[in-house]
T-cell receptor
Framework: QKEVEQNSGPLSVPEGAIASLNCTYS??????FFWYRQYSGKSPELIMF????GDKEDGRFTAQLNKASQYVSLLIRDSQPSDSATYLC????????????FGSGTQLTVLP | EAQVTQNPRYLITVTGKKLTVTCSQN?????MSWYRQDPGLGLRQIYY???????DKGDVPEGYKVSRKEKRNFPLILESPSPNQTSLYFC???????????????FGSGTRLTVV
């Protein structure tokens, strides 16, 4: 079982819609969760981080964390064509090394 | 500007010819890491370092070496590159969990390596 799982997509939404991206993780002791956006051929860029259960909003982005169910999600409101990218979920493990493990990413396309 | 700098951006080499990819960060981060990214496999950690002279293997360390003699630098060494090491490589750095602010990794621009 992969430590961090995401639907690979591709996910297509029309411009202006809400895009919903989901991620599950296997390490119940994980404490820190991140969403990165990666454009083709570019490096991952951190767009959201969440450490506590519940919702965290930043502009058009909302991260949601449910530790009991071991899932984290990212909502993008009013999606724009410029949001078209691969979104990577990442989790810091509970081990002593506290390393960041990535999911394989969900490719999002926002259709004009 | 706070950043992670990798060099070179592109590299084509031949099998068996030793190479080094450099990585430097100016954020005084303790943690540094190397990832490789391959289609369908996502980002996989090669090696990481929690501080100067402290390094450890990630998920795919075979064929790679690293060193951390200074806090800002974390070079990746391929002693005898092989075609299966053709990939997109990223260096990244972050602060420890005990400090304030976010502690997600900040990534360099990447190095696209081709081994023929």
């Amino acid at each position: 079982q992969k430590e961090v799982e995401q639907n690979s997509g591709p996910l297509s939404v029309p411009e202006g819609a809400i895009a919903s991206l989901n991620c599950t993780y296997s390490d119940r002791g994980s404490q820190s969760f991140f969403w990165y956006r990666q454009y083709s051929g570019k490096s991952p860029e951190l767009i959201m981080f969440i450490y506590s259960n519940g919702d965290k909003e930043d502009g058009r982005f909302t991260a949601q964390l449910n530790k009991a169910s071991q899932y984290v999600s990212l909502l993008i409101r009013d999606s724009q064509p410029s949001d078209s990218a691969t979104y990577l979920c990442a989790v810091i493990s509970s081990g002593s090394a506290r390393q960041l493990t990535f999911g394989s990413g969900t490719q999002l396309t926002v259709l004009p | 500007e706070a950043q992670v700098t990798q060099n070179p951006r592109y590299l084509i080499t031949v099998t068996g010819k030793k190479l080094t990819v450099t990585c430097s960060q100016n954020m005084n981060h303790e943690y540094m890491s190397w990832y490789r990214q391959d289609p369908g496999l996502g980002l996989r950690q090669i090696y990481y370092s929690m501080n100067v002279e402290v390094t450890d293997k990630g998920d795919v360390p075979e064929g790679y070496k690293v060193s951390r003699k200074e806090k800002r630098n974390f070079p990746l060494i391929l002693e005898s590159p092989s075609p299966n090491q053709t990939s997109l490589y990223f260096c990244a750095s972050r602060r420890p969990l005990s400090t304030g602010g976010h502690y997600g990794y900040t990534f360099g621009s990447g190095t696209r390596l081709t081994v023929v």
